[in-house]
């Protein structure tokens, strides 16, 4: 099944599927593979504000939640490691707990949602194009093992987001001259991978030490 097969759909409430499918099966509704191990669509029609991946997810797949209106809140299960292409993308979710082991964030996948705070887990090391665009979130907590970040669009924030703060190093604030942010949050910036991670004219994507403890 292609991961685009049901955009849109959110009149589903239900997959179903047959107990001698041998590829897939339905979890209360959403859909997954046979071993359930990756969740491949989240039946949008229905009406919960919030959901629990399931622990045996290993993989959200790209699209799996594409322009949900109903969820408010999500948890991330504890073995997710990967979160699809556009997973989460124009959905109403504003808020989400990532998996502690999780890897990978995708293209796209919170782009255009509502989240109202970014906390990445310390196991995260990438973070793909466009990842959390114009999400109105005003503090983003990164972590030190974060290898990379694909572009300068991927923690892109509104332009009146006035509130959203930061705290710099004099190399980073250098870097960030331009940026529409006025403020970092509380970060001690001791990490820093070259210019692969910063991009000059405008928005900020930095490395820095966790300043959580609850993902350790």
């Not at 090391?125 to 114009?134: D, K, P, V």
């Amino acid at each position: 099944i292609d991961p685009t097969a049901f955009m849109y759909a959110n009149n589903i409430i239900e997959f179903i599927v047959s107990d001698d499918n041998q590829y897939y099966k339905a979890i209360k509704g959403s859909l997954y593979s046979e071993d359930e191990s990756v969740l491949l669509f989240y039946a949008n029609g229905l009406t919960k504000t919030s959901f629990t991946v399931p622990n045996s997810v290993y993989y959200i797949r790209d699209y799996a939640f594409f322009a949900n209106k109903t969820l408010k809140k999500v948890i991330i299960g504890s073995n997710t490691k990967w979160i699809g292409n556009y997973a989460f993308c124009e959905s109403k979710l504003e808020s989400v707990k990532l998996s502690k082991w999780l890897s990978t964030i995708c293209t796209g996948s919170f782009q255009f949602t509502n989240l109202k705070k970014i906390e990445i887990p310390c196991n995260v090391t990438s973070i793909c194009e466009n990842a959390f665009l114009q999400c109105p979130a005003k503090k983003i907590f990164l972590p030190s093992t974060l290898l990379s970040v694909a572009n300068c669009k991927t923690l892109r924030l509104p332009q009146n987001n006035t509130n959203f703060s930061w705290k710099a190093s004099p190399l980073l604030q250098s870097a960030l001259s331009q940026s529409l942010l006025t403020r970092l949050e509380p970060f001690s910036f001791v990490q820093y991978v070259e210019n692969k991670i910063l991009h000059y004219g405008a928005y900020l994507i930095v490395t820095g030490t966790y300043p959580r403890t609850e993902y350790r």
